[in-house]
């Protein structure tokens, strides 16, 4: 008689791969505007950088207030991927609008619009690859996704600078050529994604009344905790460019800190979402607390510009070591009717959270400096740490106790 062989492990679905291409194009065209729109904004239409801060915080609440509301309503049609397109097409809509602009009220009118759209299509997407991937890679397809998402965040920046240097800084031929991979995400999802059919037949109800955000149970309140926290250890990558130039790095090499950052982050996400289906999810997100920590220390004692990058290669590491393993925990921790209405209200509370680590960390650096500001990031992980521990611990000491 032969030995049975170990079941062969699923591949992660097409339909992942190309909602990662999706991600990835709808990123390259968004980041070869975003990086330029500040300067463009104060340098060509004469705004002032409180306006810019003003317009920048409006767009990332709107994106934030949506999220919940558009994952609430996919569960509640019980359909993703029209929520998704709507929301991408709102996005790819938008950008000639910033070639085109003249004044103030049409670039803050397309970043509201653009939010509006990152706001709709994110919460349904994340559902839609929790839907279509089984359970026991979940970690690998989560991972994928935002490895491919990661590619366009520093790809974006990159060309940008390129066509700058081409066509002597001409801002609105960039945000032209931005227009087109936008476009090409927008048919890609169309017709590269096929939604998986839903059986028909169970009453609608509200996603979001009490009986059914009572049906979030204890361990999706904490994936939502876990992220709070991490998110108010890990303020605004703004702080690692700003930490770039206070240690001298010339202004035109300073947005290469986030493109180090993002390389680093986009070769991560995969490899580790692909172990976080193999080991405790717990474990992983322990290990990614100790690497923020490294990274806040080394941030903190920085002294030339080789010690910057070692310290933002390592923040990039901790971002994939956790991002899609927190995405892939909440889909595991919910029923299949509200995974839309649990990422929007997971995507809040880290937004939130972010809000409140930046402006924290704003403060401590006017205070105290920019090594007391990192310095405090990694002791808040610290504390992280030993809360995921005692949680762990108690976990423990219930199982043995047979409670």
């Given at each position: 008689?032969?030995?049975?062989?170990?079941?062969?492990?699923?591949?992660?679905?097409?339909?992942?791969?190309?909602?990662?291409?999706?991600?990835?194009?709808?990123?390259?065209?968004?980041?070869?505007?975003?990086?330029?729109?500040?300067?463009?904004?104060?340098?060509?239409?004469?705004?002032?950088?409180?306006?810019?801060?003003?317009?920048?915080?409006?767009?990332?609440?709107t994106?934030?207030?949506?999220?919940?509301?558009?994952?609430?309503?996919?569960?509640?049609?019980?359909?993703?991927?029209?929520?998704?397109?709507?929301?991408?097409?709102l996005?790819?809509?938008?950008?000639?609008?910033?070639?085109?602009?003249?004044?103030?009220?049409?670039?803050?009118?397309?970043?509201?619009i653009?939010?509006?759209?990152?706001?709709?299509?994110?919460?349904?997407?994340?559902?839609?690859?929790?839907?279509?991937?089984?359970?026991?890679?979940?970690?690998?397809?989560?991972?994928?996704?935002?490895?491919?998402?990661?590619?366009?965040?520093?790809?974006?920046?990159?060309?940008?600078?390129?066509?700058?240097?081409?066509?002597?800084?001409?801002f609105?031929?960039?945000?032209?050529?931005?227009?087109?991979?936008?476009?090409?995400?927008?048919?890609?999802?169309?017709?590269?994604?096929?939604?998986?059919?839903?059986?028909?037949?169970?009453?609608?109800?509200?996603?979001?009344?009490?009986?059914?955000?009572?049906?979030?149970?204890?361990?999706?309140?904490?994936?939502?905790a876990?992220?709070?926290?991490?998110?108010?250890?890990?303020?605004?990558?703004?702080?690692?460019?700003?930490?770039?130039?206070?240690?001298?790095?010339?202004?035109?090499?300073?947005?290469?800190?986030?493109?180090?950052?993002?390389?680093?982050?986009?070769?991560?996400?995969?490899?580790?979402?692909?172990?976080?289906?193999?080991?405790?999810?717990?474990?992983?997100?322990?290990?990614?607390?100790?690497?923020?920590?490294v990274?806040?220390?080394?941030?903190?004692?920085?002294?030339?510009?080789?010690?910057v990058?070692?310290?933002?290669?390592?923040?990039?590491?901790?971002?994939?070591m956790?991002?899609?393993?927190?995405?892939?925990?909440?889909?595991?921790?919910?029923?299949?009717?509200?995974?839309?209405?649990?990422?929007?209200?997971?995507?809040?509370?880290?937004?939130?959270?972010?809000?409140?680590?930046?402006?924290?960390?704003?403060?401590?650096?006017?205070?105290?400096?920019?090594?007391?500001?990192?310095?405090?990031?990694?002791?808040?992980?610290?504390?992280?740490l030993?809360?995921?521990?005692?949680?762990?611990?108690?976990?423990?000491?219930?199982?043995?106790?047979?409670?």
């Amino acid at each position: 008689m032969q030995p049975s062989q170990p079941a062969a492990r699923p591949r992660i679905p097409a339909a992942v791969w190309m909602l990662g291409v999706v991600s990835m194009l709808m990123d390259i065209s968004s980041e070869m505007i975003h990086s330029l729109l500040p300067m463009f904004m104060v340098g060509t239409l004469g705004m002032s950088v409180l306006a810019v801060g003003v317009i920048e915080g409006l767009a990332e609440a709107t994106a934030l207030i949506v999220k919940v509301f558009s994952g609430a309503l996919s569960d509640y049609v019980g359909r993703r991927k029209g929520l998704a397109l709507l929301g991408y097409a709102l996005g790819a809509f938008t950008k000639p609008l910033f070639a085109i602009a003249s004044g103030a009220g049409l670039v803050v009118a397309a970043r509201l619009i653009d939010r509006v759209g990152k706001g709709i299509r994110g919460a349904p997407r994340d559902a839609l690859v929790a839907d279509i991937t089984p359970p026991e890679i979940r970690g690998a397809a989560f991972g994928l996704r935002q490895s491919l998402d990661t590619v366009g965040a520093f790809v974006g920046p990159l060309l940008a600078v390129v066509l700058m240097l081409l066509w002597a800084d001409n801002f609105r031929a960039v945000f032209w050529v931005g227009v087109v991979p936008g476009l090409l995400a927008v048919a890609v999802l169309a017709l590269g994604v096929h939604e998986p059919e839903r059986h028909e037949g169970a009453p609608r109800s509200n996603p979001i009344q009490r009986r059914n955000m009572r049906r979030l149970g204890a361990a999706y309140w904490w994936v939502v905790a876990a992220g709070a926290l991490f998110t108010l250890a890990r303020f605004s990558e703004a702080f690692l460019v700003l930490r770039a130039q206070e240690l001298g790095i010339a202004i035109a090499l300073v947005p290469l800190v986030m493109v180090a950052m993002n390389l680093v982050y986009a070769a991560a996400a995969y490899p580790f979402g692909w172990l976080s289906d193999r080991v405790g999810h717990r474990q992983l997100l322990a290990w990614g607390l100790v690497v923020l920590i490294v990274a806040d220390a080394l941030l903190a004692t920085a002294q030339h510009w080789g010690m910057v990058i070692a310290g933002v290669a390592v923040w990039g590491i901790h971002m994939g070591m956790t991002q899609g393993l927190l995405a892939s925990m909440v889909a595991h921790a919910t029923p299949a009717d509200l995974r839309g209405t649990a990422y929007g209200v997971f995507n809040l509370a880290s937004g939130l959270a972010m809000l409140a680590a930046s402006v924290i960390a704003g403060l401590v650096w006017d205070k105290l400096g920019p090594a007391a500001t990192f310095w405090a990031g990694g002791a808040f992980a610290a504390l992280c740490l030993v809360w995921l521990g005692l949680g762990s611990l108690r976990s423990a000491r219930s199982i043995a106790s047979g409670g």
